[in-house]
């Protein structure tokens, strides 16, 4: 089974600045790896799937990248909308634990 | 419009059973690989299962294998999750997910979900 680690756990940031979450996989995922937003009382949105393509609608500041064992989600400008928790998933299964990036 | 309802949650004693279901509109349902995901109070996702598209192959998560069966009604556009021998850890809000074809890894469309809610 493959598991997958996210770091940080919680990230606090501003409004504006930079945002770089990891996913770390155990074993190779080559590039079956999405990214997914999820806000309190919603469902998830997926934001990129194989490993760095935005899903429709998903702005141009979310970006992905990554292969093998080892991925990041940058957002390149935090807007107060992007404040929630992100998870990445493998290959359409198994999920991390999640990042919170919260406000500083 | 995209549209993935899902229904049958409630309160159901250790031990019993409930079936979920999903009910699809705004696109060919028959097309797409369809997963369940559930997410306990206040904790992350987890994968449950995943049907194929015409429901001749599944797969389900360690913890719930022997005990969940989903399957689909490609007619009624809607996929359901047979739940039996439920237990407190089975507490969950429980989502029905899309998996286009064209993408190797995600699901684009997800319902609000409905909570299934272990307890005597």
């Known amino acids: 089974e493959i598991v997958l680690t996210q770091s940080p756990a919680t990230l606090s940031l501003s409004p504006g600045e930079r945002a770089t979450l990891f996913c770390r996989a155990s074993?190779?995922?080559?590039?079956?790896l999405a990214w997914y937003q999820q806000k309190p009382g919603q469902a998830p949105r997926l934001l990129l799937y194989?490993?760095?393509n935005r899903a429709t609608g998903i702005p141009a500041r979310f970006s992905g990248s990554g292969s093998g064992t080892d991925f990041t989600l940058t957002i390149s400008s935090l807007e107060p909308e992007d404040f929630a928790v992100y998870y990445c998933q493998q290959n359409s299964n198994s999920f991390g634990q999640g990042t919170k990036v919260e406000i500083k | 419009e995209v549209q993935l309802v899902e229904s049958g949650g409630g309160l159901v004693q250790p031990g019993g059973s409930l079936r979920l279901s999903c009910a699809a509109s705004?696109?060919?349902?028959?097309?797409?690989?369809m997963h369940w995901v559930r997410q306990a109070p206040g904790k992350g996702l987890v994968w449950v299962s995943r049907i194929d598209y015409d429901g001749s192959s599944a797969n389900y998560a360690d913890s719930v294998k022997g005990r969940f069966t989903i399957s689909r009604d490609n007619a009624k556009n809607t996929l359901y999750l047979q739940m039996t021998s439920l237990g407190a850890e089975d507490t969950a809000v429980y989502y029905c997910a899309r998996h286009p074809y064209e993408i190797l890894t995600g699901y684009d469309f997800w319902g609000q979900g409905t909570l299934v809610t272990v307890s005597s």
């Open positions: 194989d490993a760095s």
């Open positions: 074993q190779s995922v080559r590039g079956y």
């Open positions: 705004g696109f060919t349902f028959s097309n797409y690989w």
